[in-house]
């Protein structure tokens, strides 16, 4: 039923061959084992409801108009990443720019003091799963955020609305390092963190 919480039942009550999201979207359960990975799908659908309601109807959309194949096409591809992986920003616009160019030193020194008024928010579940142990290298995929959030469910209803297929099909995200973020890794307090060029790598070429 549209807008009625989702149920978690087992893994096993996924029929064979049935594809994932359909299966969500028809039954309003979500098939879960017991492991990490699904335990913070579960925390994600527990908090941001309403995103997580919407990126499984564009996914069960595209499944009924081109089925389940072995390549899942740009959107649902650009779906999966940002359910898994993804996280929203709002920034000063500084900040997106040096982002979006790469400019490590800019967006983590020379800039350091405008992230006080930034808010990230993490959205992918195996994202937070990887943050359990974690890692330099771990980066999330952002997506920017058009204006300050007070609380999870502006958030949630904000990201609701923005979620569209045309657009979210260009992969509109950006690749952050996040314990690059000034206050979530004691390390970065030393900026020769930023030097590791196999984490921050340069933009490719156009």
């Known amino acids: 039923m549209p807008g009625a919480a989702v149920r978690f039942v087992s893994h096993s009550a996924l029929p064979a061959g049935r594809a994932y999201e359909a299966f969500i979207f028809d039954t309003g359960t979500v098939p879960t084992r017991d492991n990490l990975h699904d335990f913070f799908n579960g925390l994600v659908w527990l908090r941001y409801p309403q995103a997580k309601r919407r990126l499984n109807a564009l996914q069960a959309e595209a499944i009924a108009q081109t089925g389940v194949g072995a390549v899942r096409g740009p959107l649902r591809d650009a779906i999966t990443l940002f359910d898994e992986n993804g996280?929203?920003?709002?920034?000063?616009?500084?900040?997106?720019?040096?982002?979006?160019?790469?400019?490590?030193?800019?967006?983590?020194?020379?800039?350091?003091?405008?992230?006080?008024?930034?808010?990230?928010?993490?959205?992918?579940?195996?994202?937070?799963?990887?943050?359990?142990?974690?890692?330099?290298?771990?980066?999330?995929?952002?997506?920017?955020?058009?204006?300050?959030?007070?609380?999870?469910?502006?958030?949630?209803?904000?990201?609701?609305?923005?979620?569209?297929?045309?657009?979210?099909?260009?992969?509109?995200?950006?690749?952050?390092?996040?314990?690059?973020?000034?206050?979530?890794?004691?390390?970065?307090?030393?900026?020769?963190?930023?030097?590791?060029?196999?984490?921050?790598?340069?933009?490719?070429?156009?």
């Open 87 to 206: 996280a929203v920003l709002f920034s000063p616009a500084p900040l997106w720019q040096a982002l979006a160019a790469r400019d490590w030193r800019r967006l983590f020194v020379d800039l350091r003091p405008l992230w006080r008024q930034a808010q990230l928010v993490l959205f992918g579940h195996a994202l937070l799963e990887k943050l359990e142990a974690p890692r330099k290298p771990i980066t999330a995929h952002v997506y920017q955020a058009q204006g300050a959030m007070d609380s999870v469910a502006d958030v949630d209803a904000w990201l609701a609305g923005a979620l569209d297929a045309a657009h979210l099909a260009t992969k509109p995200f950006l690749p952050l390092p996040v314990l690059g973020v000034p206050g979530w890794w004691p390390e970065n307090e030393n900026f020769c963190f930023y030097d590791d060029s196999l984490v921050f790598r340069s933009a490719r070429p156009a």
